[in-house]
């Protein structure tokens, strides 16, 4: 494609409704797909920052993922860590949606 981004299919829109996430694997790279109530889509790393567990594992609500396993809080859109016991915010990555199909670059 011509952005200069390598694009990677990772999963059917239809699939994921509003408010749900899915965890995907692309390049090696455990990544995050949220769509978010109002139908925004978002990508991040997968793994929290904090120690090892995978947050979509955890809770999705109102465009902030909480981690499932010390309820550290990470904003979807901007990568963001939202307080303890977060010190390092998340990878983001692009996303983008056409037709049913939903693509990520981790390049
Ligand atoms: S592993 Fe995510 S908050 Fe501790």
Redesign the pocket.
């Known amino acids: 494609m011509s952005d200069g981004k390598q694009w990677v299919r990772v999963a059917s829109a239809s699939a994921i409704a509003e408010g749900e996430m899915l965890g995907v694997d692309v390049s090696g790279a455990s990544v995050a797909v949220y769509h978010l109530d109002g139908g925004e889509w978002c990508a991040t790393d997968n793994v ?6 995978l ?1 979509t594992d955890g809770w999705l609500e109102d465009g902030v993922i909480e ?6 809080r990470f904003d979807c859109r901007t990568g963001k860590g939202l307080g303890e ?2 010190e390092e915010d998340l990878k983001v990555f692009p996303i983008k949606v056409e037709g049913d199909d939903v693509f990520v670059s981790v390049g």
């Open positions: 929290c920052t904090h120690a090892f567990a947050l981690c499932p396993l010390h309820a550290g016991p977060i």
